[in-house]
Each structure stands twice: as structure tokens, then as C-alpha cells.
């Protein structure tokens, strides 16, 4: 039987713990977070790419807790808005934490007042980095399309879920309206999660 391989996740975000912990049931992979390592250092994202950031947050901790350490960098590109918040995502209205995301959509929502229906096309895109102590590292991307709406909608989800309104889906939901499995399995986050599972065994193989 294969023994359990403890991760640990480069976040202090509790619902991208929560998520990505909810994925990896099952398998033999069991998710730490920082609020398990008393001296994790403060890793700035200054990258300009989801993977540059998913990658130095990964790598930093890695090397520093000598854990093998996955890390992911995801937020939100509108069109209208030549992609912005993208990589700014999280501080888009100049704060950080879970204590932005009201701001973070007001501020959203008002740069979009005036743009139509069929203009507000915009994506979730999600960059994973899982990085050994040694260096090695796996890479995996996720990315689901959809637009945004003209108020928030729903009380699941977390950051810009409320506004972000699912192509395809035949109920016209917001992901803040799904239910965590529905979510799980549809997100950019889930999608690139799953993308690497298959070959995650290289990274823990001596």
C-alpha cells in the first residue's frame, strides 16, 4: 500500500485550502497549510504571468521547509478591460485577503457600467506549480470561460464568483451558485489540479 505523501499548499487563503483538499480526497496526497509551518516566510508575488507567481510561492517554500510544496496563482481576465485584473486579481482595488473581495467586485463592476451584454466576456485561469525540495517542479494550467454579470449572485465561492456567470451552463449560474462539488469539478482550479494528478507520482518517486 502506498504510503500517504504530505503537501503542503502555499496559501493562507482557507478556501483554496478547503478546495484543494476537498480534490485530493482519495488519493493518497494529504494537504498542510501554512498555518502548519511557524516560520513560513512572506513570499511576494510580483511575477507577471500566473506561473511565475505559482512557481516562486511554490519554490520559496520548498526550499525553505524542505517539503514538497504545490502552489497556485488564479484569478480573473475580463476582455473589455485588455485582460485586467488578471495577475492583480486579489489586491485589484488595493487591498488583500478575503476581506478585498467586496471592493474588489464593486470596483469591477463599476469599470464594467457601461460595457454591453456581449462585450463582458471574461475567464478564470488558474497556474499550478508543484515543486520539490531539490528543485524539480510540474506545472499545469486551468482556464474556464464565461462573462460578468451586473451584481453579485449567490453565497458559495469566494473572490469574484458572485459576478462570473458560466458559459454553457443551462441555468445561467454564477459559480458562487454551484455547489462545492459542482464547482470542484468545473473550476480552473480543479481543472488544472486534475491535469497534473496523473503524473504527480514522478514528483514524489526518489
Given at each position: 500500500?502506498?504510503?500517504?505523501?504530505?503537501v503542503l499548499?502555499?496559501?493562507?487563503?482557507?478556501?483554496?485550502?478547503?478546495?484543494?483538499?476537498?480534490m485530493?480526497?482519495?488519493t493518497?496526497?494529504r494537504?498542510?497549510s501554512?498555518?502548519?509551518?511557524a516560520d513560513?516566510?512572506e513570499?511576494?508575488e510580483d511575477g507577471?504571468t500566473?506561473r511565475?507567481?505559482a512557481?516562486?510561492k511554490?519554490r520559496s517554500?520548498?526550499?525553505h521547509t524542505?517539503?514538497?510544496?504545490?502552489a497556485?496563482d488564479?484569478g480573473i481576465?475580463?476582455?473589455?478591460?485588455?485582460?485586467?485584473?488578471?495577475v492583480?486579481?486579489?489586491r485589484f482595488?488595493?487591498r488583500?485577503?478575503e476581506?478585498?473581495?467586496?471592493?474588489n467586485?464593486?470596483l469591477?463592476?463599476d469599470?464594467l457600467?457601461?460595457?454591453?451584454?456581449g462585450?463582458?466576456?471574461?475567464?478564470?485561469?488558474?497556474a499550478?506549480?508543484?515543486?520539490r525540495?531539490?528543485?524539480?517542479?510540474?506545472?499545469s494550467?486551468?482556464?474556464?470561460?464565461g462573462?460578468i454579470?451586473?451584481?453579485?449572485?449567490g453565497?458559495g465561492?469566494f473572490g469574484?464568483?458572485?459576478?462570473f456567470?458560466?458559459?454553457g451552463?443551462?441555468e445561467g449560474r454564477?459559480?458562487a451558485q454551484?455547489?462545492?462539488e459542482?464547482k470542484?469539478?468545473i473550476s480552473?482550479?480543479?481543472?488544472?489540479?486534475?491535469?497534473l494528478?496523473p503524473?504527480?507520482?514522478?514528483?514524489?518517486a526518489p
Amino acid at each position: 500500500m502506498n504510503e500517504t505523501v504530505e503537501v503542503l499548499l502555499a496559501t493562507s487563503n482557507r478556501h483554496k485550502l478547503r478546495e484543494i483538499r476537498a480534490m485530493l480526497e482519495g488519493t493518497r496526497f494529504r494537504v498542510i497549510s501554512l498555518a502548519d509551518i511557524a516560520d513560513a516566510p512572506e513570499v511576494i508575488e510580483d511575477g507577471d504571468t500566473f506561473r511565475a507567481n505559482a512557481d516562486k510561492k511554490a519554490r520559496s517554500l520548498a526550499m525553505h521547509t524542505g517539503r514538497l510544496c504545490v502552489a497556485d496563482d488564479s484569478g480573473i481576465e475580463v476582455d473589455a478591460l485588455d485582460g485586467a485584473p488578471g495577475v492583480h486579481s486579489a489586491r485589484f482595488a488595493g487591498r488583500s485577503g478575503e476581506a478585498a473581495d467586496p471592493a474588489n467586485n464593486r470596483l469591477l463592476l463599476d469599470k464594467l457600467r457601461e460595457v454591453p451584454d456581449g462585450k463582458r466576456t471574461a475567464r478564470f485561469r488558474c497556474a499550478l506549480a508543484i515543486v520539490r525540495p531539490d528543485g524539480r517542479a510540474l506545472y499545469s494550467d486551468g482556464t474556464v470561460e464565461g462573462h460578468i454579470g451586473h451584481k453579485e449572485i449567490g453565497d458559495g465561492g469566494f473572490g469574484y464568483d458572485p459576478l462570473f456567470l458560466l458559459d454553457g451552463d443551462p441555468e445561467g449560474r454564477t459559480t458562487a451558485q454551484l455547489s462545492a462539488e459542482e464547482k470542484n469539478a468545473i473550476s480552473h482550479r480543479g481543472l488544472a489540479l486534475r491535469a497534473l494528478l496523473p503524473i504527480l507520482e514522478e514528483l514524489v518517486a526518489p
